[in-house]
Nanobody, 121 residues
Framework: VQLQASGGGLAQAGDSLRLSCVASGRASGYFIMGWFRQAPGKEREFVAAVTWSESSYYAESVKGRFTISRDNAKNTVYLQMNSLKPEDTATYYC????????????????WGKGTQVTVSS
């Protein structure tokens, strides 16, 4: 499975950004797709994920501000980030996994390259 992420960039507090991630390869490898992020000096943390059947999961820190969605016909997952905060600044990683991953995933089977999101106050 290959994952290609895009989007991200610079934003001011309160702005919106959208991340996209396209998957290719064996479909079972992207039954669940989602985003993790890693800020400088911190561990990678879960942000949001969505399954093929569109069950979604969110970290508490982004609930009500971020929305994850997917287009199965395009093998693409989106992360709409609204009301951005400086603490959202991080490198965002798209990940995917098999149906064996249940609930909010603690990890993923496959990873794409990170995309930087920087939010200024």
């Amino acid at each position: 499975v290959q994952l290609q992420a895009s989007g991200g960039g610079l934003a001011q507090a309160g702005d919106s950004l959208r991340l996209s991630c396209v998957a290719s390869g064996r479909a079972s490898g992207y039954f669940i797709m989602g985003w993790f992020r890693q800020a400088p000096g911190k561990e990678r943390e879960f942000v949001a994920a969505v399954t093929w059947s569109e069950s979604s999961y969110y970290a508490e820190s982004v609930k009500g501000r971020f929305t994850i969605s997917r287009d199965n016909a395009k093998n693409t997952v989106y992360l709409q980030m609204n009301s951005l905060k400086p603490e959202d600044t991080a490198t965002y990683y798209c990940g995917s996994g098999s149906p064996a991953l249940v609930g909010p995933p603690k990890d993923m089977n496959y990873w794409g390259k990170g995309t930087q999101v920087t939010v200024s106050s």
